[in-house]
């Protein structure tokens, strides 16, 4: 035999026969009047709405030099077509992105090209019409902006910036997505995604320090609105009260427990989502960003540390600094903004968290790599540390530990089918296909590795996840928080350890 490893053979990566349209009826329900209103946007389809449309393509074309760049580069190389979860998993093929990237490619060369306006069809150049709005307002919706695509176009076009300016022009004439327009809209009026008022949410943690106290006979606090905390936290408002979310926040407050830092929520700023970053509108992601740095000033506080949500990471991280920027009032000594991850890896490098490991080995573990995070952000001061943190972190609290499939994870990773403004029940359909991807990596680690539970540190994976995993014949409780894990593994200080007691 030649000097040489041969291959291990692995599930063929099939490229699906197409279904031409099988899709096109999947769609969002529509944003009424009293949910645009909010935002600034028009409550129904405006008229002229046609010219309309085609200047805001033209406003943002003159405000975003890439955007441009991303019409104009394509050379249809094919790369791309194969990459996106939403058409492994409906095999339609206006969801391979470059076919995505065309609905509005087309009205673009018709419009604001030499060929396209004097010889339309040569160059596949389309009017804007009634029936393209419909095609946008479906397959716009049909993209997570995961921006996986975008890894593997040898000119970086990144669809997911496509997607958020197709959804802006939309918006602009009054054809709004329900689910994104109403969460922003109660942002505003409550300060967060779900409408918990601050009375709720004050006796959420409030029961929230019973149970741990119940669990562990320590009187862990989780502070609201404390002026002169050290820390402002700010969470995903599924942390305060969805599963297995709300573990998460437990182990949030068990590990600033144990660093003996203050810190505190707000009720002003009870949301780290931003899903203005989902509907493209840098306007409404600054209007809702804010919040965050009106409650860090008032509180007085010296840092601000983020927990675990994916799309909240990528605003922080990458649009923080042009939309509510500078933070010369923050702490030079910190970094700006930093999550839960950095700060608990910092303190387990420290040795400074009493961990016993075997408190989960009744799970084998993999992690699902959250695409915001993976691909639009990093932790720490190495490059991927955005993948090595969360993973050093499960690694320091649990002894079993499996990797998925390389080529799926990390800046490949798949998205669990329901961002970018799809975690709603009207796209279950496309968001049960959408994750078929990454569920057919996890059986196979399900099979051959005997993995129980993924975890994941984005809060709408994990909600999403908590849905689909039935569809495929697996339990909703396998999804778990990083931070549960930190949770369930840390003794804290004067903690009588009863599994040692046994
Ligand atoms: S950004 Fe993600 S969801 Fe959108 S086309 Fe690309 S791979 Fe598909
Ligand atoms: S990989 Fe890039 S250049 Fe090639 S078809 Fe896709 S978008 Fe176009």
Excluded at 468 to 493: E, F, G, R
Aim: glycine share 8%; with cysteine; charged share 25%.
């Amino acid at each position: 035999m030649a000097d040489f490893e041969t291959p291990s053979l692995k599930s063929y990566p099939m490229i699906p026969a197409l279904t031409e349209d099988v899709m096109k009826d999947s769609a969002p329900f529509i944003a009424k009047p009293d949910h645009n209103a909010p935002l600034g946007f028009p409550g129904e389809l405006v008229d002229n709405w046609e010219e309309k449309a085609i200047a805001k393509m033209g406003d943002l074309l003159g405000k975003y030099r890439g955007f441009q760049v991303y019409l104009d580069s394509c050379v249809k190389c094919g790369a791309c077509t194969d990459k996106c979860h939403y058409f492994l998993g409906t095999t339609d093929p206006k969801n391979m992105p470059v076919a995505r990237q065309d609905l509005l490619r087309s009205v673009y060369r018709r419009y604001f090209t030499f060929a396209g306006k004097y010889f339309p069809k040569l160059v596949g150049a389309r009017d804007m019409s009634k029936e393209v709005l419909d095609e946008w307002y479906s397959y716009f919706h049909q993209c997570s902006q995961c921006r996986r695509c975008s890894v593997y176009c040898p000119y970086g076009i990144d669809t997911a910036e496509i997607s958020m300016a197709a959804r802006e022009i939309m918006d602009t004439v009054g054809v709004g997505q329900k689910y994104c327009n109403e969460i922003i809209a109660k942002v505003y009026k409550i300060g967060n995604n779900l409408g918990l008022p601050e009375k709720a949410l004050r006796a959420t943690l409030l029961d929230l320090e019973e149970d741990i106290f119940d669990e562990t006979g320590i009187n862990v606090k989780l502070p609201l609105d404390v002026k002169g905390a050290d820390i402002l936290f700010i969470t995903p408002s599924a942390d305060f009260f969805a599963e297995p979310h709300i573990d998460g926040l437990i182990g949030y407050a068990k590990v600033l427990h144990e660093a003996g830092v203050s810190w505190t929520f707000s009720s002003h700023a009870s949301e780290a989502g931003n899903f203005g970053m989902f509907i493209g509108s840098y306007e409404n992601m600054q209007q809702v960003a804010i919040r965050i740095r009106e409650a860090a000033e008032d509180l007085g506080v010296k840092r601000i540390v983020h927990g675990e949500c994916g799309h909240a990471w990528r605003v922080a991280y990458s649009f923080w600094n042009t939309l509510i920027g500078p933070f010369d009032f923050l702490d030079p000594n910190y970094p700006v903004p930093q999550h839960i991850c950095e700060f608990t890896y910092d303190m387990l490098k420290r040795d400074k968290l009493n961990i016993d490991k075997s408190r989960n080995d009744d799970k084998t573990l993999t992690f699902h790599d959250s695409c915001n995070v993976a691909r639009a952000t990093r932790m720490g001061d190495k490059p991927g540390g955005q993948f090595d943190i969360p993973r050093a972190i499960i690694k320091a609290v649990c002894n079993n530990y499996v990797e998925m499939e390389a080529g799926t994870t990390k800046e490949a990773t798949f998205c669990c089918g329901g961002g970018g403004g799809l975690l709603t029940d009207d796209l279950m359909e496309i968001r049960v296909k959408g994750a078929m991807p990454r569920m057919a990596t996890l059986t196979e680690v399900v099979k051959e590795e005997g993995v129980t539970h993924m975890a994941a540190i984005c809060a709408i994976c994990k909600s999403q996840f908590s849905k689909v995993l039935p569809y495929y014949k697996m339990q909703m409780d396998m999804i778990v928080s990083v931070h549960q894990l930190v949770s369930n593994a840390l003794i804290l200080t004067g903690q009588v350890d009863e599994e040692d007691d046994d």
